[in-house]
Antibody, heavy 120, light 110 residues
Framework: EVQLVESGGVVVQPGGSLRLSCAAS????????MHWVRQAPGKGLEWVSL????????YYADSVKGRFTISRDNSKNSLYLQMNSLRTEDTALYYC?????????????WGQGTLVTVSS | QSALTQPPSASGSPGQSVTISCTGT?????????VSWYQQHPGKAPKLMIY???KRPSGVPDRFSGSKSGNTASLTVSGLQAEDEADYYC??????????FGTGTKVTVL
């Protein structure tokens, strides 16, 4: 059974930093592209970032480019999101999501999310 | 990248059908056959219902179907059931390794 478990969400002040983690199990982690997607309270979904199976390619939404860094450790079956220069508008539930086999154009499994609150 | 446009709400009685639209541009929905749909119950993570416009993942009932015409994609839920009441989001590849989601539609089963 595929499982994705996010952690690391806390309350942080504007301008602060935070690292989110996602522990994966139930599938061969290093075979798949992984994504981060976020959802502000009461709002819709927003794609944040993706990383290729080997970590060699990373891409970001314009809203986080230059502030967030996605990474992975395939030896630990883990995905990360380093978040710097946080803004109040980054407040959201952050989901890690797995891409399907042989594709990265959708999100076939999601974690339960970890809540990041940016507030003074 | 602007969000794809979905109607805020849709409804139907049990057994009826409901169709949700998802309108984008030629740079996203119209330009690629990479539209997917997600169901989200309150307090839960999204669940993939349709990918690549019309493909259903294993385990998703065949009551759910997807299609696309031009810059607009659609999700149809046939034979509505109480458990179909949820928020639904479309998503599309938008080129240059970017993705965009729809604004979301709340489906109510009357």
């Amino acid at each position: 059974e595929v499982q994705l478990v996010e952690s690391g969400g806390v309350v942080v002040q504007p301008g602060g930093s935070l690292r989110l983690s996602c522990a994966a199990s139930g599938f061969t982690f290093d075979d798949y592209t992984m994504h981060w997607v976020r959802q502000a309270p009461g709002k819709g979904l927003e794609w944040v970032s993706l990383i290729s199976w080997d970590g060699g390619s990373t891409y970001y939404a314009d809203s986080v480019k230059g502030r967030f860094t996605i990474s992975r450790d395939n030896s630990k079956n883990s995905l990360y999101l380093q978040m710097n220069s946080l803004r109040t508008e980054d407040t959201a539930l952050y989901y890690c999501a797995k891409a399907p086999p042989r594709s990265y154009y959708s999100f076939d499994y999601w974690g339960q999310g970890t809540l990041v609150t940016v507030s003074s | 990248q602007s969000a794809l446009t979905q109607p805020p709400s849709a409804s139907g009685s049990p057994g009826q059908s409901v169709t949700i639209s998802c309108t984008g541009t030629s740079s996203d929905v119209g330009g690629y056959n990479y539209v997917s749909w997600y169901q989200q119950h309150p307090g839960k993570a999204p669940k993939l219902m349709i990918y690549e416009v019309s493909k259903r993942p294993s385990g998703v009932p065949d009551r759910f179907s997807g299609s696309k015409s031009g810059n607009t994609a659609s999700l149809t839920v046939s034979g509505l059931q109480a458990e179909d009441e949820a928020d639904y989001y479309c998503s599309s590849y938008a080129g240059s390794n970017n993705f965009v989601f729809g604004t979301g539609t709340k489906v109510t089963v009357l």
